[in-house]
């Protein structure tokens, strides 16, 4: 059977159902304290009121077990995922070379009059990890005799940008940004090495469709784990 959040000390009190939900909250939106004060327990609260009493109640021994807590089970979470789809640093890096590389023309046949048709005849699985979104419209155009069926595939390929990014850092071809600062094609700050870093990345690549499934479903692991007997944050802050 899982513990709860106040199952990590008995020595400690409860959390109060405020608490669970800022608690909750806090995990929910990135860990922004004042925030999660104002979502869980008080809408209207100045920003300044929020972060001091955000801060305060981040101090509480029940609110600091649970937090500690819910970070174990994330990590194990991450680990148990990173095992069961083996995802090393190898893998990784594969994965984002094959969104780096990808080029719009293995995708494409050219036609006799100089034209370009999207052709998926001959893709191999490298190429075909490059493909972010498929679109496949059928429909019918004209009318009565004139009337012809018309197939249109519309291809959306990965972030080369992002990619390169990631495996130019990693590669030590640039300077990592400073903490918190912005990065060309990062969508954010990026900083830190290492396969956590690069898993972070590969990750957020994974939940907009650009790796493959198995991943995205591991992340939606993780996330879960993190938060799980703490509740939903839905805001409704009394």
């Known amino acids: 059977m899982a513990q709860s959040p106040n199952d990590v000390d008995p020595r400690l009190p409860a959390l109060s159902p405020a608490e669970r939900r800022f608690v909750a909250c806090y995990l929910a939106n990135g860990r922004k304290g004042a925030k999660a004060w104002r979502e869980a327990v008080e809408a ?68 006799a009059d100089g034209g370009a048709v999207v052709d998926l005849s001959a893709l191999d699985e490298r190429q075909a990890a490059a493909i972010a979104e498929l679109t496949v419209d059928e429909y019918v155009a004209g009318k009565g005799e004139e009337a012809r069926p018309v197939k249109r595939t519309r291809v959306k390929l990965a972030d080369k940008l992002r990619a390169l990014t990631l495996l130019g850092l990693r590669l030590g071809l640039w300077k990592r940004p400073a903490e918190g600062a912005r990065s060309p094609g990062l969508g954010g700050g990026f900083a830190g ?46």
């Open 44 to 111: 209207g609260a100045a920003p300044r009121v929020a972060s001091r009493k955000a801060a305060a109640w981040l101090a509480r021994d029940p609110v600091r077990a649970a937090l500690a807590r819910a970070e174990r089970r994330a990590r194990a979470r991450t680990g148990a995922v990173i095992e069961r789809y083996a995802i090393t640093e190898e893998r990784v890096l594969s994965e984002l070379a094959s969104l780096a590389f990808s080029r719009p023309m293995d995708l494409m046949r050219v036609t």
């Open 193 to 238: 090495g290492g396969l956590s870093a690069l898993l972070a990345e590969a990750t957020r690549l994974a939940q907009e469709g650009a790796v493959n499934q198995e991943a995205r479903e591991g992340a939606q692991e993780t996330r879960e784990g993190a938060v799980e007997n703490l509740g939903e944050c839905d805001g409704d802050a009394s």
